[in-house]
C-alpha cells in the first residue's frame, strides 16, 4: 500500500503565466509533503509571449509556442482547474468563479498577466494571447482584400506585432505610437534597424499621437483626425484586471498588485503576485517577459518558504535586460546597456533561446514521468470513517434539488433512508456504479461520476428518478475533506438535475483517495425497456460518443497527454447521454447499450450475443476524441485494453483498431436502429451537438464466419434494409 502525507496546507496558483511553469516544475522536482498544489488558468495551454510573432507568421506551430499545462501539472502532482476566475477574496481566503464552487487556499499566488489599457469602444487587445489568438483567426476569414489594421502602441511589443502581421496579412497594416517615433526606449542603432524594417514592410506609420477611441470602422486620434481600419489591435502599457483592485488587494494606479522585494502582496501576506500583474515596490521594472520569467525561481523560493512558516527572501530583479526583436524575414535586433545589433544570427540566437526555454517545460513532464507506467494500477483503499455529520448536511442542504415527485422522504427531510412512491404501472430500473477520482478537481470529477451511473438508465430507456450517493475523500485537515465533498457533490448534482433526477442521500466516507458512486433509479413503460437483446439484421449500429476516454486517461496518468486532448475528453464524459437516449427512442431503437469499460467491440459482442446475430464494423467510421488515435499509435493503452481484445482475438494494432478495445468512462450510447431510420437519426443526433456516428450494420450469422467482421461501410449502408453481406470482410 503506497501512503501519503495528509493534506494539510493549500496552494493555489491562479493564472499560468511564465512564472507560474516555473514554479510547477521546481515543484515537480522537490515536493512539499502534505501542500496540495492547484493551478487555475483560462486555457489548457499558456502561450509563450516570445514566440507569439513567429506563431502569427507561421514560423511556429501550435504546440512550439505553447506550454501543455496538463503534463506539466501532472508531474508536479498539481489540480488543474481551466476555468476564468471572477472573483478573489484574500481575506476568506477564496478563488471564486461564475458557474463552479470557489477554490480555498491558505497561501495564493497570482501570475494572470495584464491586458492593455484601452479606451472605451470596440478593438482587440493583445493581451490575454489566448483569447487574441482566436480573435486572429477570426480576423482572417473576415478581413476584406485590401483592407486595414491599426496597431496601437509603439513600444517593442507593438513594432514585433506590426511586423508579423504585415508579412501574415495581405493588407495595409498601420502602426500607431504616441511617441515621436517607435521604440523610444531603445538605443539609437535599434530603432534605426527596426524602422528600416517596418518601412520595408510597408507598414504606415502614425506617430505623435494618441488613439483614444475604435468604432465602425475609425480609429480616433488624440490630433482630433481619424483612421480609417478594419481592425484595431492594441498592444499599449498593460493595466491589472479589474478583479485585482476588486479583490481588496493593495494595487497601484494601474491595477496590479503591489508585492514588496519577497513577491508577497503588501497588504496581504498570504498571497504573492508576479510578472505584467504586479509591481515591485521599489523595484519597478517593465512590464516585459523576460522579468515574469526571471521571477519563477525567486517566486517557488518564496511560496515554499511561506508554507513552511520560514522566513522570506528578497529578489534583486536586475537593472537592464537582454531585448530581441524579430524582424521577420530571418532577421531580429538585440539590444542591452545602450548596445545593440542586428542581423539573421540575432534571429538565429532568439530562436535558440526560444526554442531552449520552452524545452524546459515540454521535457520535463517525459523526464520526470519515467517509470511511471510501472507504478500500482491501484491502491489499498484501508478503512474509512465517516465525515462528520454536520459536515455532511451543510454540503447536502447546498445542493440543488430539482422538483421530483413522489419522494417521501429525501434531502428536505433527511432520515435514516429515503422513501419514494413509484407511479402507478411504472417499473423501476435500478443500477450502482462507483470508481476512483482519475482527475483531481473534484468538481468535474462530481460531472462525470453522475453522467456514468445515469448511462445505465438512459441505456434501458427509461426515465431518471433518484440517486443516492457514496462518496470517499481522503483526509485533510480543516475544513478541505468538507470542501472537496461539497464541490463534488456540487458537481454529481448539477448532472443529476439536469436529468430530472433527485438526489435523495448518500453515504460519506474518508478513505486514501477520493471515489464516488451513485446508485441510480429510473421509471419506465414495462413494455418499453431497451435491452441488449433485440438487434436484427439489416440494422444499423449508431454510437452516440467518440471513443478514447481510456486511453487519454492512461496518457494522462503518464504525463504524455496533451491539455486539449485531456479537456476534449472531459467534455465527453460530463455530457448525459439523456438527450441521445431521446433522439435514439423517437427512431424507433430496438436495442441498446453504453459503451464503458468493455469498449466497444466488448459491449457490441454481449449485445449480438444476446440477439443471435452477426455485425460487421468499419474502425475508420467510429469517431475518436482528438489524440485518441495518436495515442494509440504510440502504443499507450488502458490496463483494461488487454482483457478488451478477447472481444475480436488476433485484431490487428491499427489505432482505430486499438480504439474498439478502449475502456470508456461515461461513454456514448450504442444502438441498434432500422436502417431507413439511421441517416435521419444520425443526422438528428448530430444537429442537437452529439458526436453520433454510423459505425456498422447487423447481419445472419454463419458458420465459420467471425461474430464481429472489420470492414470498411461504403456511405450507404446505414439506409439500406435487407442488403446482402459485404465483401472482403476481415476475419478476426
Given at each position: 500500500m503506497r501512503t501519503q502525507a495528509p493534506i494539510d496546507r493549500d496552494l493555489v496558483l491562479l493564472g499560468a503565466g511564465h512564472a507560474h511553469v516555473e514554479v510547477l516544475r521546481r515543484f515537480a522536482m522537490r515536493p512539499l509533503p502534505g501542500v496540495r498544489i492547484t493551478l487555475i488558468g483560462r486555457e489548457p495551454h499558456t502561450p509563450y509571449s516570445g514566440m507569439l510573432p513567429g506563431l502569427i507568421r507561421g514560423e511556429y506551430g501550435f504546440d512550439a509556442a505553447h506550454i501543455d499545462l496538463a503534463p506539466l501539472a501532472a508531474v508536479a502532482g498539481a489540480r488543474l482547474i481551466v476555468a476564468e476566475a471572477t472573483a478573489i477574496d484574500p481575506d476568506a481566503r477564496e478563488v471564486r468563479f461564475a458557474q463552479r464552487p470557489a477554490v480555498a487556499f491558505d497561501?495564493?499566488?497570482?501570475d494572470v498577466g495584464g491586458i492593455p489599457a484601452m479606451p472605451g469602444g470596440e478593438g482587440t487587445p493583445v493581451k490575454p494571447i489566448g483569447a487574441f489568438l482566436a480573435r486572429l483567426d477570426a480576423l482572417t476569414a473576415s478581413l476584406p482584400p485590401g483592407g486595414r489594421i491599426a496597431v496601437v502602441g509603439g513600444g517593442a511589443g507593438g513594432v514585433e506585432l506590426a511586423l508579423a502581421l504585415a508579412r501574415r496579412f495581405p493588407a495595409r497594416i498601420a502602426l500607431v505610437c504616441a511617441e515621436a517615433e517607435p521604440l523610444t526606449a531603445a538605443p539609437a542603432r535599434a530603432r534605426a534597424v527596426a524602422r528600416a524594417a517596418l518601412t520595408e514592410a510597408r507598414v504606415e506609420l502614425a506617430c505623435g499621437v494618441r488613439a483614444v477611441g475604435f468604432a465602425e470602422g475609425r480609429l480616433a486620434l488624440s490630433d482630433g483626425s481619424a483612421l480609417a481600419a478594419d481592425a484595431a489591435l492594441w498592444a499599449t502599457g498593460v493595466v491589472g484586471p479589474p478583479m485585482l483592485a476588486e479583490s481588496g488587494l493593495s494595487c497601484d494606479a494601474a491595477g496590479c498588485v503591489m508585492v514588496d522585494r519577497t513577491l508577497a502582496s503588501v497588504s496581504h501576506p498570504q498571497v504573492f503576485a508576479a510578472g505584467d500583474c504586479a509591481s515591485v515596490a521599489g523595484a519597478a521594472r517593465p512590464k516585459s517577459g523576460v522579468w515574469a520569467v526571471r521571477a519563477g525561481a525567486p517566486l517557488a523560493d518564496n511560496l515554499c518558504r511561506a508554507l513552511a512558516g520560514r522566513a522570506l527572501r528578497p529578489w534583486r530583479p536586475q537593472q537592464d535586460a537582454l531585448a530581441i526583436l524579430g524582424l521577420g524575414g530571418g532577421r531580429a535586433v538585440a539590444w542591452r546597456n545602450g548596445v545593440a545589433v542586428s542581423g539573421r544570427w540575432v534571429w538565429r540566437w532568439k530562436d535558440r533561446i526560444d526554442r531552449n526555454w520552452m524545452a524546459m517545460y515540454a521535457d520535463a513532464p517525459r523526464r520526470m514521468a519515467r517509470g511511471a507506467e510501472a507504478d500500482?494500477?491501484?491502491r489499498c483503499a484501508g478503512c474509512a470513517a465517516k465525515l462528520p455529520a454536520e459536515a455532511l448536511h451543510g454540503v447536502l442542504a447546498a445542493l440543488p434539488r430539482p422538483p421530483v415527485k413522489d419522494i417521501l422522504i429525501g434531502l428536505n427531510a433527511p432520515d435514516d433512508a429515503a422513501a419514494a412512491l413509484p407511479p402507478p404501472g411504472q417499473?423501476?430500473?435500478?443500477?450502482?456504479d462507483q470508481f476512483r477520482a482519475f482527475i483531481d478537481d473534484p468538481y468535474v470529477f462530481g460531472q462525470v461520476a453522475a453522467a456514468h451511473a445515469l448511462s445505465d438508465l438512459h441505456a434501458m430507456g427509461a426515465r431518471p428518478w433518484t440517486a443516492l450517493a457514496v462518496a470517499v475523500v481522503p483526509f485533510m485537515s480543516g475544513g478541505r475533506m468538507a470542501a472537496d465533498l461539497a464541490a463534488m457533490m456540487q458537481g454529481a448534482a448539477e448532472v443529476l438535475a439536469a436529468d430530472g433526477c433527485a438526489l435523495v442521500g448518500g453515504h460519506s466516507a474518508e478513505g486514501a483517495e477520493a471515489m464516488l458512486g451513485f446508485a441510480v433509479t429510473g421509471l419506465a413503460e414495462p413494455g418499453a425497456l431497451w435491452r441488449k437483446a433485440g438487434l436484427v439484421p439489416g440494422d444499423a449500429l449508431v454510437l452516440t460518443k467518440p471513443l478514447g476516454t481510456g486511453v487519454i486517461l492512461?496518457?494522462?496518468?503518464?504525463?504524455r497527454c496533451k491539455a486539449r486532448w485531456l479537456e476534449g475528453a472531459l467534455a465527453s464524459m460530463r455530457r448525459s447521454n439523456g438527450p441521445a437516449a431521446a433522439i435514439l427512442r423517437a427512431h424507433g431503437v430496438r436495442a441498446c447499450t453504453d459503451v464503458t469499460g468493455f469498449g466497444l467491440a466488448g459491449h457490441l459482442a454481449e449485445m449480438l450475443r444476446a440477439s443471435g446475430v452477426a455485425a460487421v464494423l468499419d474502425p475508420d467510421a467510429v469517431p475518436a476524441l482528438d489524440g485518441g488515435r495518436d495515442l494509440a499509435a504510440a502504443?499507450?493503452?488502458?490496463?483494461?485494453?488487454?482483457?478488451?481484445?478477447e472481444a475480436l482475438p488476433g485484431a490487428s494494432a491499427e489505432p482505430a483498431v486499438a480504439l474498439l478495445f478502449d475502456p470508456q468512462t461515461s461513454g456514448g450510447l450504442l444502438a441498434g436502429v432500422p436502417a431507413a431510420?439511421?441517416?435521419?437519426?444520425?443526422?438528428?443526433?448530430?444537429?442537437?451537438?452529439?458526436?453520433?456516428?454510423?459505425v456498422g450494420w447487423v447481419r445472419e450469422t454463419a458458420?465459420?464466419?467471425?461474430?464481429?467482421a472489420l470492414e470498411p461501410l461504403d456511405g450507404a449502408e446505414a439506409g439500406r434494409e435487407g442488403r446482402a453481406a459485404p465483401q472482403h470482410a476481415l476475419p478476426l
Open positions: 497561501v495564493l499566488s497570482i500500482e494500477a491501484m417499473a423501476v430500473v435500478q443500477s450502482v492512461a496518457a494522462q496518468m503518464r504525463a502504443g499507450i493503452e488502458s490496463t483494461l485494453a488487454p482483457a478488451n481484445r431510420r439511421a441517416a435521419r437519426c444520425v443526422a438528428a443526433l448530430r444537429a442537437a451537438g452529439i458526436a453520433a456516428a454510423a458458420a465459420g464466419r467471425p461474430m464481429i
